[in-house]
């Protein structure tokens, strides 16, 4: 008998190709959770993401869910996963639930962190997660921006393809920056977000802070959703997924 | 006109082929920054380490010396060396130092520790600093075997190479071991360590740790001198230098 699981993924993004699984791609996250999972069942198993996170992308909380016929236990999943799967892949958790979850469709919200490097030297032992910013942006110039950024807006002007069909309306409720040591954090809190939307969200609050924009431009990208007007897209490893939010 | 400097310097050594410059081996910690200081300076020059660490071991206060012939500040050779350097290794500080400064003579003490992961799942993010010990080591047993290891011994039985002619007596002056979660801290401190002798002291608690070993075997070992009866080469990716002490 077929169960529904849920389960807690953390991963190091930097040798995949993202979180979506791919023809003729073996390095996707969901690529290899199925590839296990099917092995362990000798059953085609479909494993259902909160999101795609693209190439590079990490997470400390991703959420998925698997329909799985098995008389293991939720441990001993977790253990042949963790014991399967490459050690760049980490499965905490993994429990039964409803018959009817779908960790896409049931997903409210989301939080990404995007870390950049702003100090002398060099993120040594962080080089993989973070993005080193020579030109040290002001804290209090982002700050500002990112007020205008909030609410419920059409974010197509912030999004790697702005001509997609399905809506590009979503709510950003909070946007914190903090400046923790030679470290910034970008923390975004959404209910949802579009490809590449914190990467770009992230690259023009850097440049407001590195004084190239205004704070107050934000309004206009806003209103224009033309991408070729926002900053650049910063880079795909100073980007974690953090927490997915269910009811 | 050549000026003698110090410098502190922090590297992932996952890379690596240790610290000591070789023939044919490109990738060592000296050999980079050799080269890249022959060609900022325009002459061979020689760097010199407080001491050898093997390959794949990390460092994050590592101190060396290296006479220089430039008009260069201090900050700007710093600047010169992160940009040239790999990004798995970083200049934390170079400074202008006494003539007769040598990192190697004159180091008086220092501080290594060794990491484990001893949780259930796996350890992500750290998995290149830190080893994995799946059989979870008793603590307090671990730190009743460090006591006996304390003091000034001939440590030839706790060292990769016991038939070097050099002195093999060495003072190690404290072992600390710390839980913090689902890791597992050793640090010793001491006036020096013969090759291996940390990640095989460590090897051995590990063991005590496991209830392959009594605590008070630890006394016979360092009487023995015979490397083959202390406990196994805990892995070079759990190891850093953390400090080193001068006068």
Chains 1, 2 share one sequence.
């Not at 190709?17 to 073996?26: I, K, L, T």
């Not at 198993?45 to 996170?53: C, D, F, H, K, N």
Request: some cysteine.
């Amino acid at each position: 008998m077929q169960n529904n699981y849920r389960m807690l993924v953390a991963y190091d993004g930097t040798r995949f190709y993202g979180w979506a699984a791919q023809p003729d791609q073996e390095m996707t996250i969901q690529g290899k959770l199925e590839s296990v999972l099917s092995k362990m069942t000798d059953e085609e198993v479909e494993v259902i993401g909160a999101g795609r996170t693209d190439a590079g992308v990490h997470a400390r909380g991703m959420v998925a869910n698997v329909r799985l016929d098995t008389a293991m236990t939720e441990v001993q999943i977790r253990d042949y996963l963790n014991h399967y799967l490459p050690d760049d892949i980490c499965v905490l958790e993994i429990k039964k639930c409803g018959e009817r979850f779908h960790a896409r469709y049931n997903a409210r919200g989301k939080t990404y962190r995007y870390t950049i490097y702003a100090g002398p030297l060099k993120p040594l032992f962080q080089r993989k997660y973070v993005y080193e910013c020579f030109d040290v942006p002001d804290v209090e110039r982002m700050r500002e921006a990112a007020q205008y950024l909030l609410g419920t807006h059409d974010y197509a002007g912030f999004s790697h393809n702005p001509r997609m069909k399905k809506s590009t309306v979503r709510t950003v409720d909070s946007i914190e920056i903090e400046k923790k040591g030679d470290y910034i954090h970008f923390t975004y809190h959404g209910d949802g977000f579009l490809q590449y939307m914190v990467r770009i969200l992230t690259g023009t609050l850097i440049e407001v802070g590195q004084g190239k924009r205004e704070p107050e431009e934000m309004k206009e990208l806003l209103e224009k959703k033309d991408r070729s007007l926002a900053g650049f897209t910063a880079p795909a490893k100073g980007l974690t997924l953090l927490k997915v939010d269910y009811m």
